[in-house]
């Protein structure tokens, strides 16, 4: 059954923490996003593991290069998957698979600014990947026109495992699961809610 992941785009440990309490019994798992990991250092993934060993940590390092060393420092940190770019060397994609195998863990390629992402899911898929998030950043979000239809597309025509990110939310959970998505991922939809349990159960609702 797919999965349901809360990226957690906060800025402290003792807010994702909370987050996290409130959100836990209804996701999968938990998403430390790139910036808190950025202002929190690795500790964050740390105290999120403890708090929830039952839940898949995800450790959104978004490594763009020395696979294997940030793959190994996320993963004794207590990180269950990490992320790699798409866009980067083919080596760095497979030195931190290498890292995940010693470890037992994962990782997750993000294709941010990958130009053909269908043609490179395929690839890194094939150097042992968990799943490839099919992923419009931020960023990309708030240019005019965005639509997660492009990744829900996309995932469509990969034929390979694949998580969709990029403004999930309760209008578009449904065509990503219909899609074949094996996670879905919301970050705003779930932290910028005003009940963040709320929403987090409602988009479980919709996997059923
Ligand atoms: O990794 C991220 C940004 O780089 C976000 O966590 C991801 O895009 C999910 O958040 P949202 O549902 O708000 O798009």
Redesign the pocket.
Known sequence: MAKLQV?I?LLSTEAALELAAKVAPYVDII?L??PLIKQEGLKVVTAMKQAHPDKLVFA?M?TADTGALEAEMAFKAGADLVTVMGTVDDATVKGAVEAAKKYGKQVVV?T?GVKDRVKRAREVTAFGVAFVEL????DE?ALPGYSIQKLINEGKEAGVPFSI?????ADSIKAVLEAGAVVA??????Y?ASDPAKAAEALKAAFK
């Open positions: 990226a785009d998403e996003g790139t959104d978004k993000d941010i992923h419009a950043g931020l979000q990110a990029g403004g999930v939310n991922v919301a970050g705003s939809a779930i910028g």
